[in-house]
């Protein structure tokens, strides 16, 4: 089959690899019908994370299942999945408590921008939809796969509640995604902190009330203004910068919670979350946990977080797919195997 | 009147005061009935935090109204009531989103450990008590002044719910009043770190099902024994060093929320935080915000928060109740005016 493979920084590349195979009664192998390019894989892409070895990369996939290990129950050959970018066995009191990116028994995966996918702890990581989904259905399915979810993640990490007022930091696909999220739980006002206008079009499409283009102190100024002087309920930070976080801290009024998603970069002002009671959460997205409400939101069509999809390529031009999110052509690549 | 000073480590003596009168329309005086000794004064006590001139101390307090300004409302002369450690206007952006202890315009005020005390915003800060409170009412009255307020902000705050299970780091006042809070706020696993019997005792008391007096790794071995190997959905940390902090870091399962009421030292380990999804807030309790529901438990006596206090001096006594607070031979000393 026919994978991408990361050789070092600015150099992808698509290559034959052998096609993967059950190996544990757990598993699922699974033919990919979309994958995609994350934000996260451009830190090796950029070489702002090592790549001692030329690797298989992608962690985002849904697909139909070619085949089942003995110890899967809930799916079968044919099945169209949708899974999580972490896999997890579902059953363990981590897991019970909605919490699968930490369950002990999971893990990541890597290769996912290829033809096909072995997927460990199958039952506990793939869900098969209500059956074969419309071909414009298949982008928002794969943005479950990691950025809506984890956009979903930062809003739940960040207590957004009917009502809530909102800052997201961030116009990436996860920002935007957690823009969508937060409409969808029930925020009234939506701050989408962005300069870009594809991206500040879709997060109003996705639900923003206003969007602020500046930063720094008049990025403050305003979100002050919108939110009776005092700053927001929920602020999801969906960067991972420490400029960001810090920008986060900022917007977030006394009492109020801060949701991340960014992966962390420098230390937290801990003094000063204490002394405004301001509190943090967040980190890598149970994803399991939001598929099944998510897969039916997409299903009825009342959310399309696929429109973070601005580009399709083939994955034999993975290379081309990189170089347009690198250098912010594209929101996020959608690659067609 | 007479009232306590500090005037260095471990030199706290009663002096003679001016009587405070209203300064501003809405100043409440009140006499005091009862006052108390706390964990923070002895930060002073004990040279950890600078005196650089004698000063009047104390900021916990129940008592009946004196007198009042032109602009208070809600209080006569006459009435019996209960304020927290820090004044709020209670109308303010901040206070309706019940942050009452960031309230910019609000603030805190010491020398509490007086016969008289003069409260601003006093509509915003204090509450009558619907009568005038039966004399074994009245310890608990005062301990919603501030530990059992900081007790109840900190199981808020770790997200203590029906079914939760709960860690409390800390068998001082507060988190004695932490384990209350926990029983109140319906958790069923509540798990009290004390190496001590008579706060062991009270713990127990107080609704603590299991009591755990290692320390380090033993410890830890105890609280997952306790919570299916994973730790608790909600950790309290009332004490405020690094090492508690970094315990209940420790005791929180993936995903569950430390709640800190402890005054910060130390940085937090953001990138352990974010990797299991532990999330953390808290800071200065907003007391106002839980003192009609808190005045109403004790008024039903369905709360005995009063419990901590170990031992009753007359003011005049004040170098003794501080005396035996340091020396730990009292968990919390009340003072008679």
């Not at 493979?5 to 699974?30: K, L, N, Q, Y």
């Not at 990541?108 to 199958?122: H, K, L, T, V, Y």
């Amino acid at each position: 089959m026919r994978a991408a493979i990361i050789h070092g920084a600015h150099d992808v590349r698509v290559a034959e690899r052998p096609d993967p195979t059950v190996r544990e009664p757990t598993d699922a192998v699974i033919r990919t019908v979309a994958t995609c390019v994350c934000g996260s894989d451009l830190w090796r892409y950029r070489g702002l994370a090592p790549v001692p070895e030329p690797k298989p990369i992608g962690h985002e996939y849904v697909g139909v299942v070619e085949e089942i290990g003995d110890a899967v129950n809930t799916l079968k050959p044919g099945d169209f999945v949708v899974g999580g970018f972490l896999h997890s066995d579902n059953r363990c009191p981590v897991c019970r408590k909605g919490m699968q990116s930490a369950c002990p028994h999971g893990g990541g995966f890597d290769g996912c921008q290829a033809e096909r996918i072995r997927i460990p702890n199958a039952d506990g990581t793939l869900i098969a939809t209500p059956g074969r989904p419309d071909a414009d259905l298949v982008p928002s399915l794969l943005a479950l796969s990691d950025v809506m979810g984890t956009g979903w993640h930062a809003a739940v990490s960040a207590d957004v509640r009917p009502g809530s007022s909102v800052v997201v930091v961030g116009d990436g696909a996860v920002g935007l995604c957690g823009v969508l999220a937060s409409a969808q739980l029930g925020a009234t006002t939506i701050i989408a902190m962005s300069r870009h206008a594809d991206r500040q079009a879709v997060a109003t499409e996705f639900g923003a009330t206003h969007v602020v283009p500046e930063r720094g102190e008049d990025g403050l100024a305003r979100v002050r203004e919108l939110t009776e002087g005092i700053g927001a309920d929920a602020v999801l930070e969906c960067v991972g910068t420490e400029e960001a976080r810090l920008d986060a801290v900022e917007y977030t009024r006394p009492g109020g919670m801060i949701g991340v998603v960014g992966l962390p970069h420098g230390d937290l002002p801990t003094d000063r979350l204490f002394w405004s009671n301001k509190g943090i959460r967040g980190g890598p997205a149970p994803v399991r946990a939001y598929l099944p409400h998510l897969i039916d939101l997409v299903w009825a069509r009342q959310i399309d977080p696929g429109r973070v999809f601005d580009l399709t390529l083939p994955l034999s031009e993975v290379a081309e797919a990189y170089r347009a999110m690198d250098e912010r052509r594209a929101i996020k690549v959608l690659l067609q195997p």
